[in-house]
């Protein structure tokens, strides 16, 4: 029985890792192909559909960590997929007004490269029980670059959606009413932006220590 479920968990793994992979892919070259063409102003409306399909296809991680499916712990899995999510419905898919500023640009392909060799790396994995070292180093070394940029990108979109959020008012719950609730989305960014700052170094620190981990146990191997 147990074999029977690991060849089952090894199975759904591939094809989840596989199918993420090719929606990221996606993002990537319309993202590139929009940028060359069209200029960065038009990089938010090519890539919309498969970057929202593929970022959501993400809260299945959360649920792998959950039921054991993977290792990867969901006390640093829930915070990256939480922002990401956040960033990609919250602010992009929101606010329209904020799709044609140059840092979408920056962001969606830092995520893209990101998650592409994050997923083939682990749908390799899934598939042959190993993956070669060039993908290992790949995997635990990109991150030196885009993360900054990433990260970068996602405080500053967030910064400059404020003025268009608190004229909006959208997601703002105010009272009176009968839940005797309030709710303001402009305080709600403005919190998540403090996040960000004890936030970032420490997943930063955090994947400094999984790359080292990563790369010696190779070393040995």
């Known amino acids: 029985m147990a074999s029977a479920f690991t060849v089952l968990r090894r199975l759904y793994l591939f094809i989840y ?23 960065h102003e038009h990089v938010y409306n090519a890539v919309e559909k498969p970057l929202l399909l593929a970022q959501s296809a993400a809260v299945l991680e959360i649920l792998h960590g959950l039921i ?17 999510l956040y960033l990609t419905w919250g602010i992009l898919w929101s606010f329209p007004e904020i799709r044609t500023h140059v840092l979408v640009t920056s962001l969606v392909i830092s995520w893209a490269i990101t998650e592409i060799i ?6 390799m994995k899934e598939a042959f029980g190993f993956a070669p070292s060039w993908h ?20 500053g979109l967030i910064y400059f959606t404020l003025p268009y959020i608190k004229a909006s008012e959208k997601y703002c719950i105010r009272m009176p009413n009968k839940w005797n609730f309030s709710f303001d ?13 004890p936030g970032s170094p420490h997943m930063y620190r955090y994947m400094l220590g999984q790359r080292k981990r990563a790369l010696s146990k190779s070393k040995k191997e």
């Open 17 to 39: 890792n596989w199918i993420v992979f090719i929606g990221w892919f996606q993002v990537l070259f319309l993202a590139l192909k929009t940028l060359k063409e069209s200029g």
């Open 185 to 197: 989305y402009l305080n709600a960014a403005i919190l998540a932006l403090g996040i960000y700052v």
């Open 68 to 84: 054991g499916l993977v290792r990867s712990p969901v006390s640093t899995t829930l915070p990256q997929i939480g922002s990401r």
């Open 136 to 155: 290992l180093w790949l995997r635990y070394s990109t991150f030196l670059v885009l993360y900054p940029t990433g990260i970068s990108s996602e405080v």
């Open 118 to 123: 994050r997923y083939s790396f682990f749908g």
